[in-house]
């Protein structure tokens, strides 16, 4: 896959991250941080790298742009509001910190609906969605404001609103969130296992 540089990805980094009951962009794993794991995985393919997060100071030590949600507590549908906003591109990957294995092949197949869709998002079984792993256009900046004006706060209600292609991601072996420290002390044994 080559450096798309006309493209940005955003990781969403601003959670509360409650169910791991301490910042899990903070947690380390075979001496990184899993925001820095997840940095490694993208910095190859995307010509900019954005940082949401509401502590700015706790990613001092990263060289990319961190950028806050215009409105605190509106949840991740601001982040990636604020994200799309601040970034350079047209095209921008969003993903969640805790995701720490990315699949380029994966990536790769998204990437070629980008020019035809406003919104790229996986879908396995019922409706399953992974709004926090997609790619979302500039356009839906309109978008995102008409559903925040009307309360809204679930980023799935967008999808309707959009051309959205749905991706199938039956039997991603790869894909996993860590969202609580089982699922890090897990992921942790595996990967010293391997």
Known sequence: MIKQNKKSAIILAGGKST??????ALLTISGFTLIERVVRNLEPYF???LISAQNPALFDFLPYKIITDEQPGQGPVMGIL?????SANEVNFVTGCDIPDIDVSFLERMIAYTSGYDVVVPVSGEDKYEPLFAFYNK???RCIDQLLARGHRKIIKLF????????SFENSGWYRNLNTMADYRAYVEKTNND
């Open 160 to 167: 309707p609103m959009c051309r959205t292609k749905y991706i």
């Open 19 to 24: 169910r791991m009951e301490k910042n899990k």
């Open 139 to 141: 356009s839906v900046i």
């Open 82 to 86: 604020s994200g799309l906003r601040a």
């Open 47 to 49: 010509g900019e790298i």
